[in-house]
Structure formats: structure tokens, C-alpha cells
Nanobody, 126 residues
Framework: QVQLVESGGGLVQPGGSLRLSCAAS????????IAWFRQAPGKERERVSC????????YYADSVKGRSTISRDNAKNTVYLQMSNLKPEDTAVYYC???????????????????WGQGTQVTVSS
């Protein structure tokens, strides 16, 4: 059983930055592909960013491209999403998700994720 706990959310002014963390327990993340999703009230869930198990491949949605960096520290069993130049439209609950993959699977994103965290709220407002 993999447990994922997000942290780092909060109230941020437009133009500000923050770093979200996704800490895992119960498994070692070396063989897991990880993604960040977000969901705002009244909107569909959006895939924000993905990272391959090795960390070599990454993906960013157009809405956050150029403002975000996904990274992982497998020694700490943690994945991060660094966001800058935050906009009010970034306001959402942010979730991390994980799925086991073979070491030969090198793509950043996976169609289905098996384990999800509870989410952390990000609010961008003056």
C-alpha cells in the first residue's frame, strides 16, 4: 500500500511562487511514474505535470509550461512541483498520483494512476 501526502500549498499572491511536495511511504518510488493533477471548483481535473521513474523525462501542460518544474528525489521518496509567476487561474486542489512501471518504461506520463494523495489547496489571490 502506497501512501502519498501532499504539502506546500497555501495562499499566495499573484506573481509569487511555491513548491509542492509529494512524500510517499509504503513503497520505494524508484519504479513509479508520478504525476501532478489539479482540480478547481466547477472544472474538470487537469493533468499538470508528469515525471518518469528515472526523472529523465518530464511533461508540462500548456497552462503551466515555462512556469513549473517537476523533479524527484528518490532517496527522499519525494516528488516536487515548483511553480512560479502564479496566476489566479492556478487556484485549485493539487493532487499527486503514482503508478508502478517497468524500468524500461521511460515516458513521463501514464494513462492511469493507481494511487492518489488527498491533495493540497493552492489559492492565488491578492
Amino acid at each position: 500500500q502506497v501512501q502519498l501526502v501532499e504539502s506546500g500549498g497555501g495562499l499566495v499572491q499573484p506573481g509569487g511562487s511555491l513548491r509542492l511536495s509529494c512524500a510517499a511511504s509504503g513503497v520505494i518510488l524508484d519504479y513509479f511514474a508520478i504525476a501532478w493533477f489539479r482540480q478547481a471548483p466547477g472544472k474538470e481535473r487537469e493533468r499538470v505535470s508528469c515525471i518518469s521513474s528515472s526523472g529523465q523525462e518530464t511533461y508540462y501542460a500548456d497552462s503551466v509550461k515555462g512556469r513549473s518544474t517537476i523533479s524527484r528525489d528518490n532517496a527522499k521518496n519525494t516528488v516536487y512541483l515548483q511553480m512560479s509567476n502564479l496566476k489566479p487561474e492556478d487556484t485549485a486542489v493539487y493532487y499527486c498520483a503514482a503508478v508502478w512501471v517497468s524500468r524500461v518504461y521511460t515516458a513521463a506520463c501514464v494513462h492511469d494512476y493507481s494511487d492518489w494523495g488527498q491533495g493540497t489547496q493552492v489559492t492565488v489571490s491578492s
